[in-house]
């Protein structure tokens, strides 16, 4: 009986080795590769390569037109696409649960979900650049990149809304308020830190796209800071792309920099979210 | 029954309340109405895709025919001998995207598995986020490394492979759609009843044999959704295959050469300074036309599946 268990135990036992490595070794493929960019990039790190600009001369490219251009994109998305995607969330949410005009923008959300982001990069060459007449500005990828992470805000805002107690809405309505007075007051403040916390996630995602910029129009080589909405622009991915595809090696480490670099900002907002998150609970509670 | 009226209160209120003063209060009116276009900015979205990617492509077809796109086997916009059929970067694409599933179907599977079935409440709540950092980095990072890191590495081992080849590409791709199938699968996994797995005990059945014949088909429907989609994106990314895989259109299924995506194509021609309106233009459009077709299908179709599973029961 023993020898039996035994023998029926061995075979589990490999199979709980062989399942846990299949989740334990691609973490650790990700920690070698990113020690690996570490250590590649940390000849180039410093204040010079975070205020200089691009070069023909690997050690003297910089990454400043980036940084700025990834920034500014970052701030105008999120004035873009906040209000439009928490606004969507709410009447999806509040308003009009089951009408058959809700149920088809909710369809229609989650297959924007799955458009590969190069085809937004796509419609932003053809409708912000083109038919609009953006040009080939900030303001044009900003647009795009709006439309691009619009579903996932929308996404996380209504997830938020869900959170707050029906019990709360029923109270408001029963001192006369109204629909939007409710919203207003009542719902919206209490779905903030969820919203909050989503939107910082969805405009990290957006910092890390390269495709639908590089079809809108970033340019690779830019000597200075945008200066408008309707300035030329690159960003950080823009310009990491640009260098991993020179052939030089003093190009890789620049790349290896800039990826350090793009990596260490989205972390940055990453944190910045899960201490608003945490923060903010802990007041509302 | 109690929320739905308790929902539809205020409107009564308010139809009271316009009744007596014939009209709702208007920024009452005016937040509902913004709040709807808010919404239908996501429909005008949708719309602006289609009418952006139709009309070039009606514009190219026009000029060139679906028959040249369909009946020849080269794909070469941008030489003075133009070729345009479309090939040549679907079986790039589908190359690429077959390696990565090779690699994240089984690396996604065990881990759901694992996940799911195996794995103390601990050793859950550790690697699951975890294994969400996997998806979290940006595709010109994985691109990196397919480049920099991973196409060396492999060149020790296949010496014939290409400095830019399919294999890298697709490997380092496999690496980011894991999380993808890991969640999905597990969601369907964790959905099979107990009682299943507690009839195979009943039965005899050890651990690992109850998992692969009753579990696993239990959620097969749900595991094939989950691989559907992380197929979709693996057709749909690009920094990965435009910085690893090359530039070169070739009508092969051999992983070691270089070849060239759909997506590739469209950041190729994005990154040189080609007019709008001219032909090499309108080609970037066709082939995201094809793309876009090609992905809407996959979605529907596992979303469809993940509703069977979840639908009747």
New interface residues.
Partial sequence: MNTQQQR?RA??RA??V??????????L??AG?LY??LE?GSERLGWDFLTSYPSRKPTLAGILPGLAGSFFLMVLTALIAL??????A???EE???RSR??R??EL?????A??????????G???FV?TLHFGRSLLAGACTLS?LV??MV?MVSREALRTVP?HL??AS?AL?A???A??RQIVLPMAYPGILTGAILALS?AI????PL??V?AL?YITFVPDGIDAPFTAL?IQ??NW??RPQRGF?VD??AG?VV??LT?LVL?GAAIYLRNRLQQKGT | MR?SN??S??HT??RIEAKIHGTA?F??RA??V??????????L??L??LS??A??SFGFLREVGLFALIFDAQWTPLFADKHFGIWPLLTGTVLTSLVAIIVAL??GL??A???SE??SARWRKL?KP??E??A??????Y???A???VTPALQAIVPELSGFNALSAGIVMG?MI?PMI?SLAEDALYAVPRHLREAAYALGA???PT?WRVVVPAAFGGIAASVI?AM?RA?????IV??AAGQEPRLTLDPRVPIETM?AY??QV??GDTP?GTLEYRT??VV?SA??LM??VM?IFS?RLTRRVEGPR
Avoid: D
Wanted: net charge neutral; with cysteine.
């Fill in positions: 029926s075979p589990e199979f709980y062989l399942a846990l490595a299949a989740v334990i070794i691609p973490l493929v990700l590769l690996g960019v590649n209000p439009l995607g928490v606004g969507a709410i009447h999806l308003y009009g649960k005009f809700a088809f923008i229609n959300i989650a297959n924007l799955g458009v590969p982001s190069i085809v937004y990069g796509l419609l060459l053809g409708l083109r439309l619009l579903p929308v029906q809405r029923e309505y006369g109204t629909r939007w409710t919203v995602r890390g796209e390269t495709a590089v079809v129009g690779t991915p990491i792309f991993v595809s890789v790349a290896a990826i793009l990596l989205m990453n | 929320a308790a929902i209160m205020p209120a308010q209060p920024s009452e937040a509902e913004l709040l709807a276009a808010c919404g239908t900015v996501t429909i979205t949708t602006g895709i952006v990617l009309v070039e089984p690396l065990l881990s598995i694992f996940m195996l794995a690697l975890a294994l950092l996997l979290g980095v940006p595709t010109i990072v691109g990196y490394f480049l920099v890191v690496m894991t890991a050890g651990k690992v998992i989609l979709s057709v749909g990314e690009t920094m435009a910085i997506t469209i950041v994005s990154m709008a970037i459009f995201g793309l876009f992905t809407l979605n979303y």
